[in-house]
């Protein structure tokens, strides 16, 4: 089963930035459509950004433009760069498999992003 390591989040203030890294185990990584979701207090986890295998990418509506997702399969490893960073994008960001293409795997502990001034 595969497992993720996010790290990466903190405090900012609205208007700047932050990248994001998920460290995968396993040995299919390079072969796995990769995810970023986000769970804000009180909402659902949802889709923030999404990358396959070949590097196609998808974003949710309220990012785009903003966030860039991005992989290095010989790390294992999946980024995500924020810039323009709101307030409404605090929240606990999770790496997990890309939602559209298979079953999600159990969830890492995820990394606390806070834009604040």
């Known amino acids: 089963q595969v497992q993720f390591v996010e790290s990466g989040g903190g405090l900012v203030q609205p208007g700047g930035s932050l990248r994001l890294s998920c460290a995968a185990s396993g040995s299919v990584f390079r072969l796995i459509a990769m995810g970023w979701y986000r769970q804000a207090p009180g909402n659902q986890r949802e889709f923030v950004a999404g990358i396959t295998s070949g590097g196609n990418t998808n974003y949710a509506d309220s990012v785009k433009g903003r966030f860039t997702i991005s992989r290095d399969n010989s790390r294992s490893t999946v980024y995500l760069q924020m810039n323009s960073l709101k307030s409404e994008d605090t929240a606990v960001y999770y790496c997990?498999?890309?939602?559209?293409?298979?079953?999600?795997?159990?969830w890492g502990q995820g990394t606390q992003v806070t834009v604040s001034s």
């Open positions: 997990n498999r890309h939602q559209s293409f298979s079953p999600l795997a159990n």
